[in-house]
């Protein structure tokens, strides 16, 4: 009785967020190359989802949209992020925060890795 009774309470109300893939790896790439990743997601919650930012951690990074409007329940969207690894080199391991309504905002975040590997110079 207890069990199904903690099932009840953990069922959450409002908007949840739910990605259908939280990071991406975009392999080897050559420095000063720029890669972009479309990540989905779906509004498994009962009430609509509003995002409101899409927080990044460097200027390498870059949001390119995201909806604006509400995301009604069972609806879905987009988040593409892009990266430019000009002055980059090495592993790099990006995350981007969602900011919005979502009832599990602690877990909306994305990510991506890449290894970034120097551009060698043409012969003339």
Do not use: Y
Not at 2 to 22: L, R, Y
Not at 91 to 119: G, L, Y
């Amino acid at each position: 009785m207890a069990a199904s009774a903690f099932a009840q309470t953990a069922k959450v109300s409002g908007p949840v967020i739910t990605f259908e893939k939280k990071t991406h790896d975009f392999g080897q790439i050559v420095q000063g190359d720029k890669v972009e990743n479309v990540f989905k997601f779906t509004n498994t919650g009962n009430e609509p989802l509003i995002i409101t930012n899409v927080q990044v951690t460097c200027g390498c990074t870059t949001p390119k949209g995201w909806p604006r409007d509400p995301i009604q329940p069972g609806g879905k969207g987009e988040i593409t992020i892009a990266f430019n690894s000009a002055g980059k080199i090495g592993r790099q391991d990006k995350v981007v925060t969602i900011v919005s309504n979502a009832a599990n905002s602690d877990e909306a975040k994305i990510s991506f890795t890449t290894q970034v590997v120097e551009k060698k110079e043409q012969p003339q």
